[in-house]
């Protein structure tokens, strides 16, 4: 058996690797709990949707996304929200930015027909 993070070579028996301390599917199969919290195994206890993240991620989409990479193996609910956050803050901005060019065309062009702009 290889380890899963390292890479190791080890016994078929072995818990936990001895190179980086990573427990193996032999320390599941014995009936410890993968939500543990401990960052291998799932999310931690205290893991709860957040409003308050998921406006710092529209607000700061880059935080939003930092954080969503920090979070995603311990804290995934948090991590979802700051994500969401960032996500909706990007794509609001990339629609309001396509809205106003469409705008300041359409002025452009009415102001061209109606023989407004000189040159």
Known sequence: MFCKNCGSQLDDRAVICPHCGVPTDNYYANGNNRNCGN?????????????????????FPIVGLILYLVW?????????????GALISVIVSVSLSVVIVIIAFCVAGFAYAAGNVYY
């Open 72 to 84: 995603q193996q311990t804290y995934p609910l948090r991590a979802r929200s700051a994500g969401k």
């Open 39 to 59: 960052g291998y195994g799932g999310p931690a206890a205290d893991d709860a949707p957040s409003a308050g993240f998921a406006v710092l991620g529209f607000f």
